[in-house]
């Protein structure tokens, strides 16, 4: 593959791809407007201002529709502005439940029985990069949503049972639901058309409340700003077209947008138009004397479920509104469309006339031509599965808003918060220079509806295939000085900023740039200037005795050890990790590769790719010898790598366990072009001068014996195919759906003495069976879509180099040798069949807890983690994050019209 393409030959002319290079920044016309709103900002960390830090509990889901958010806004297929100021989402009554049907329900860390875990059904069904068009589909039940049987049913189950769902309770037998459609299309950057379209898929009349709602995040209310911003209803003479009704919002910042609704016989008639505040009711919420609006934002709950219009504004004015639609009966099979225009500019002669029924199909047309031009011809269900997955991508960007010096602070207008948020170890106190208001992808929208560094990683390289300016800015934000701590560490997340994720960003950066036609190197620059803050962070921060051994903690795999990596060891104990030292490794060499990239073009970077191969060889000597204390991370006996643990007084213990944790040195290989080893000085004379004079330091240099390129790799010759035959082996790590986290040799737990006490392990294909982190993830057996690729990305690089004439028995104890690229794209291939249909329609990927037939089989569903054994979706249902990186592997698949740069990548 070759190191750069020519630009004509990436860049479809398509009408989304002339869009997004009309607008390539975050703040350009295009990107305005976009499903922004977050699926939950209830029980988040920057909502929670209590003295114990329980964030689920300070801001539950029953305050929700009463009680206005600091930060942010959540909602049902949600659309706003790229700073959250105004808001436009459905709400939705079945005559039957206690509330609108406004957010998504789910339960909290404490409630469920696997940690927290959302309690609905939607997915994501389409979009575009710049949300020119945008379509999802939300699954309402009919019968009375069972919240209370929900939280009750899961708090009596352990963790050894299944977890209690939406259709264990009944609500969704016999397919008595509404599927509710909403889509957005963009006539222009500040005109957007919607239509939403419920359909009664249950055998008997039902009636239903179609409500759309418009708001203003509350911005007012807490002492740094007071100036209100307006929503206000438009009387008819200022209404040039009949047939609408339209309501005014007017912002400060924003200017002036009009929200029209169509009134339509057809379309259930003329809406019901009632306004409120985005304001608290206090007075049910926590028995205060008054609200500080009259007409608080659950006015418009009241009004429809029990008629009281007492808490609506009657001078139709205020911060929120809604148009209602009543349907009293909807036949079975049935559908009903309502049709709404949000616009910046002035409303068309004719907004619902024939011009917008052509803009919801010029829009959808583009969409099939930009995800023509974008995804392989060769397979349509697997080009089917990546779109479904880019939409699940682009529906999860949300705009986060977070000022932790500000939030430890508090509001002017409120008492300052509880003395021990600012204490010397309370939450994210170090953190008080990050300020944060963007738009950025989302790992989960429910479960996780705040970004997580590694998963961010992740996402940008599969949003690089549509839209690398995007995946490039997400990147660089996160290492931008309002983000990155001063000394260089990547927040983590925001229940811990601190946390240590493992450093994946620079094979992000590299992998984006060759997606992107290996061409931006401004952008590899600007990447890799900020990256080397962060490894000098690494360095002095984790590596305690500068043995080139690295800590990490916590590192992202949860409860993947025998004991909690991110808490303290017992006293005197320090832990020598498998894993973070192969991901310096694998950080050393990914840096050295974009410098040689930088050097090609300007030599000063030059002595920077020497500075990180002789780091790499440093680190690839630590493993290969010994540790700091004279034990090795490699078991020769076992033919692996381990954990070692190590005390005080010298002594020192091997953790011998067979994980994810020790097929991680894999990942730390790279091939230098030939370019590199004959042509840049510093670098060639600095590789030359080791190998002549210290050979025994560069045994991680590794050329084929048909002179193959030079390949820089922990693992090669015995060690590889020993660590290849334990990943290989269908009796431990390698399952039909990809690489078990666990070997599944441990299927009767193993036990084993750490620091004097026992301590067990258990391969569990499935949920977790302990609390530890919250008890919703579980690396101890699942296949983890991330990790996977990066072994397999590895190993396909290594086939590229020293690798090219090697075959390993697949699988191990066959007989049958295969070539290790092919191996490669097995794995790959493995991942991807987690989301094919099989031929009666049903995919492996798809949640236990699914229903089967046409209505469910047909929408595949990208979760967290996934069975170990039959490749189930797991965790975080809606975590099309990192699971979106099948995307990125469908992308990769050769085609004819065009190879993909990533294939070098």
Not at 397 to 423: C, I, M, N, T
């Amino acid at each position: 593959m070759p190191d750069t393409l020519e630009p004509d030959t990436l860049v479809p002319d398509t009408a989304e791809h002339r869009r997004l290079a009309e607008s390539p920044g975050d703040s350009d016309p295009w990107r305005l407007w976009g499903p922004y709103v977050a699926g939950r900002q209830w029980g988040t960390v920057r909502e929670d201002y209590s003295a114990d830090g329980d964030a689920w509990n300070f801001f539950p889901f029953d305050h929700a529709h009463r009680r206005a958010y600091r930060w942010g806004e959540d909602g049902i297929a949600g659309l706003c502005d790229r700073f959250g100021f105004l808001n436009l989402g459905i709400a939705l009554w079945n005559g039957q439940d206690d509330r609108l049907k406004e957010r998504y329900f789910g339960l909290t860390n404490s409630q469920g029985n696997h940690g927290e875990d959302v309690k609905e059904h939607w997915w994501q069904l389409d979009a575009t990069p710049t949300h020119s068009w945008a379509k999802t589909l939300y699954r309402y039940p009919q019968a009375a949503y069972p919240y209370e049987e929900l939280v009750r049913v899961n708090g009596s189950l352990s963790r050894a049972d299944p977890e209690y769902e939406l259709a264990d309770t009944g609500a969704l037998r016999d397919n008595r639901f509404f599927d509710v459609e909403t889509v957005h299309a963009k006539a222009s950057p500040d005109d957007v058309c919607m239509t939403i379209t419920a359909t009664n898929q249950g055998p008997d009349p039902a009636p239903l409340d179609l409500i759309a709602q418009l708001w203003f995040r509350n911005t007012w209310a807490w002492g740094r700003d007071d100036r209100v911003p307006q929503i206000r209803r438009v009387p008819p003479p200022e209404l040039r077209p009949g047939g609408v009704v339209a309501v005014e919002a007017t912002h400060g910042f924003l200017g002036t947008y009009l929200l029209a609704a169509q009134t339509d016989s057809l379309r259930g008639g003329t809406p019901e138009v009632m306004f409120c505040d985005n304001e608290s009711n206090d007075v049910e919420l926590f028995g205060a004397p008054k609200n500080r609006s009259p007409f608080p934002k659950d006015g418009i709950d009241a009004a429809v479920l029990r008629g009281d219009r007492s808490l609506l504004n009657p001078a139709e004015t205020g911060t929120k509104a809604a148009f209602r639609w009543h349907f009293a009966s909807i036949d079975p099979g049935a559908s009903v469309t309502v049709r709404l225009r949000l616009t910046g500019e002035m409303l068309p002669l004719e907004p619902f006339g024939p011009g917008f029924d052509d803009v919801l199909a010029d829009r959808e047309r583009e969409a099939d031509e930009f995800y023509s031009a974008v995804l392989p011809a060769s397979s349509p269900e697997d080009a089917f599965v990546a779109r479904r997955a880019f939409a699940g991508l682009l529906w999860g960007k949300q705009h986060y808003r977070y000022s932790v010096r500000e939030w430890l602070e508090g509001d002017p207008a409120f008492p300052p918060p509880p003395p021990q948020r600012r204490g010397p170890n309370a939450r994210n106190t170090g953190w008080r220079h990050l300020a944060l208001a963007d738009v950025i992808s989302m790992p989960d929208e429910w479960e996780y509806p705040w970004f997580a560094s590694w998963d961010l990683a992740f996402h940008c390289t599969a949003l690089a295939h549509i839209d690398p300016e995007f995946a490039k800015s997400q990147l660089v934000l996160k290492c931008r000085e309002w983000a990155m701590h001063p000394d260089g560490q990547l927040p983590a997340y925001e229940w811990a900023f601190g946390d240590v994720n493992p450093p994946v960003h620079a094979w992000a950066a590299w992998q984006i740039y060759c997606i992107d036609g290996s061409r931006d190197a401004d952008f590899l620059m600007r990447i890799f200037t900020k990256l080397l803050l962060n490894f000098s962070w690494w360095v002095n921060r984790k590596d305690a005795d500068g043995s080139n051994l690295f800590e990490g903690g916590f590192l992202g795999m949860d409860n993947i050890g025998l004991f909690d990596r991110s808490k303290g060891l017992p006293a005197g104990h320090r832990l020598e990790q498998s894993d973070a030292t192969s991901w310096m490794g694998f950080y050393c060499l990914t840096m050295m590769r974009i410098a040689l990239e930088l050097a090609r073009q300007d030599r000063v970077w030059d002595d920077l790719a020497t500075k990180f191969l002789e780091h790499f060889l440093a680190i690839a000597e630590a493993m290969d010898t010994f540790g700091s204390t004279g034990v090795s991370l490699w078991d020769d006996a076992d033919g692996f790598f381990y954990d070692v643990l190590l005390a005080g007084d010298g002594s020192q213990e091997r953790l011998p366990v067979r994980s994810m944790v020790g097929l991680l040195p894999l990942l730390a290989v790279a091939v230098a072009p030939e370019w590199a080893v004959d042509g840049l000085p510093d670098f060639a004379q600095s590789l030359h001068w080791l190998q002549r004079h210290r050979p025994d330091e560069t045994e991680a240099l590794v050329r084929s014996a048909n002179g193959s390129p030079l390949t820089l790799a922990v693992l090669h010759g015995e060690r590889l195919e020993r660590v290849l035959a334990r990943l290989l082996d269908e009796n431990e790590f390698l399952s039909p759906f990809g690489v078990r986290s666990l070997s599944a040799a441990y299927r009767e737990p193993y036990t084993v003495d750490v620091a004097g006490q026992p301590m067990s392990i258990a391969y569990l294909p499935g949920e977790s069976d302990s609390g530890l982190f919250g008890g919703n993830s579980n690396w101890r057996g699942p296949v983890w879509f991330p990790v996977n690729v990066l072994v397999a990305d590895a190993l396909a690089l290594y086939a590229e180099g020293a690798g090219a004439d090697l075959a390993f028995e697949f699988p191990t104890g066959s007989g049958t040798k295969v070539p290790l690229a092919d191996i490669a794209r097995e794995l790959e291939d493995r991942l991807v069949r987690l989301f094919r249909a099989d031929d009666a329609g049903r995919r492996p990927s798809t949640p236990r807890h699914h229903p089967s037939g046409p209505l469910w089989d047909a929408h595949p569903t990208f979760s967290e983690y996934f069975h170990g054994d039959t490749g189930a979706g797991l965790g975080a249902s809606h975590q099309t994050g990192w699971s979106a990186l099948v995307a990125h592997l469908v992308c990769r698949q050769p085609v004819a019209r065009v190879q993909d740069p990533a294939s070098s990548a």
